[in-house]
């Protein structure tokens, strides 16, 4: 019997891999993925068998790593960011579960918020969430239901799938969302293809996003009430007196 890592690559870039998670694809005999993340690795594995699909191929995806293992293979499902966060850690497991297959091993990665927050400087250094505004899985009723109550509780935000060429509107929606709590002026910011090339970052005002035109490929950053914009950098203290 095989065993199967779910591994997170983090943005793309093989220097934002962890060690556990490289150690995880050099021992792996097949990697399987979402087509865009197996391109991400392709040149440093070629030695390696690849199985790849595309969007809404999940299940199937983790219903072929079980078949993979089931052969006696050691199989890495990779995922970008964390394997956790949005990613194939969970329905892996269901799978997995369903299928009666236990040797699973979850491998952490760095997620787009913490890579994000650290090209724009500190903006998550305080209490914070992170919420995905696509509603393909979840209504938009609960998105919003969830960003009113970030804005209540005073938390940072990280929002992912800010827009998409069918909900272009989104971010701006949600930013007017948060402005029924959030001053206009709420410090903010976003990356743009973060880890990878073409990598941009911009600091703004709430009020300013809700008119920025971003893409799937762009991480947003909600400061809190304290946070702040210093030297082109957002910054959201901890508390601590100076």
Same mark, same amino acid.
């Given at each position: 019997?095989?065993?199967?890592?779910?591994?997170?690559?983090?943005?793309?870039?093989?220097?934002?891999?962890?060690?556990?998670?490289?150690?995880?694809?050099?021992?792996?005999?097949?990697?399987?993925?979402?087509?865009?993340?197996?391109?991400?690795?392709?040149?440093?594995?070629?030695?390696?068998?690849?199985?790849?699909?595309?969007?809404?191929?999940?299940? !199937?995806?983790? @219903? *072929?790593?079980?078949?993979? +293992?089931? $052969? #006696?293979?050691?199989?890495?499902? /990779?995922?970008?960011?964390?394997?956790?966060?949005?990613?194939?850690?969970?329905?892996?497991?269901?799978?997995?579960?369903?299928?009666?297959?236990?040797?699973?091993?979850?491998?952490?990665?760095?997620?787009?918020?913490?890579?994000?927050?650290?090209?724009?400087?500190?903006?998550?250094?305080?209490?914070?969430?992170?919420?995905?505004?696509?509603?393909?899985?979840?209504?938009? !009723?609960?998105? @919003? *239901?969830?960003?009113?109550? +970030?804005? $209540? #509780?005073?938390?940072?935000?990280? /929002?992912?799938?800010?827009?998409?060429?069918?909900?272009?509107?989104?971010?701006?929606?949600?930013?007017?969302?948060?402005?029924?709590?959030?001053?206009?002026?709420?410090?903010?910011?976003?990356?743009?293809?973060?880890?990878?090339?073409?990598?941009?970052?911009?600091?703004?005002?709430?009020?300013?996003?809700?008119?920025?035109?971003?893409?799937?490929?762009?991480?947003?950053?909600?400061?809190?009430?304290?946070?702040?914009?210093?030297?082109?950098?957002?910054?959201?203290?901890?508390?601590?007196?100076?």
């Amino acid at each position: 019997m095989g065993k199967i890592y779910v591994v997170g690559i983090g943005p793309g870039k093989r220097d934002m891999m962890t060690a556990q998670a490289k150690e995880a694809l050099d021992r792996a005999d097949v990697i399987v993925g979402y087509k865009t993340y197996i391109d991400l690795v392709r040149d440093d594995y070629s030695e390696k068998e690849f199985y790849e699909n595309g969007m809404r191929g999940e299940i !199937e995806r983790c @219903e *072929k790593c079980v078949e993979y +293992a089931r $052969e #006696g293979r050691t199989v890495a499902l /990779i995922c970008s960011g964390d394997a956790g966060v949005y990613g194939m850690a969970s329905p892996l497991l269901e799978v997995a579960e369903k299928e009666n297959f236990s040797d699973v091993e979850i491998i952490p990665g760095v997620t787009a918020a913490l890579g994000g927050a650290a090209i724009l400087g500190a903006p998550l250094s305080h209490d914070f969430c992170i919420i995905s505004l696509s509603d393909l899985l979840t209504p938009w !009723e609960i998105i @919003e *239901k969830r960003l009113r109550a +970030a804005a $209540e #509780g005073d938390f940072c935000i990280a /929002i992912y799938n800010p827009s998409s060429k069918k909900r272009a509107d989104y971010l701006y929606r949600a930013c007017n969302i948060l402005m029924e709590k959030l001053s206009k002026d709420t410090a903010c910011g976003y990356v743009k293809n973060i880890g990878r090339d073409g990598c941009e970052k911009k600091v703004c005002t709430l009020e300013e996003l809700s008119q920025e035109n971003v893409d799937m490929f762009v991480t947003v950053f909600i400061g809190n009430s304290q946070t702040q914009i210093s030297d082109g950098k957002l910054i959201t203290p901890r508390g601590y007196k100076l």
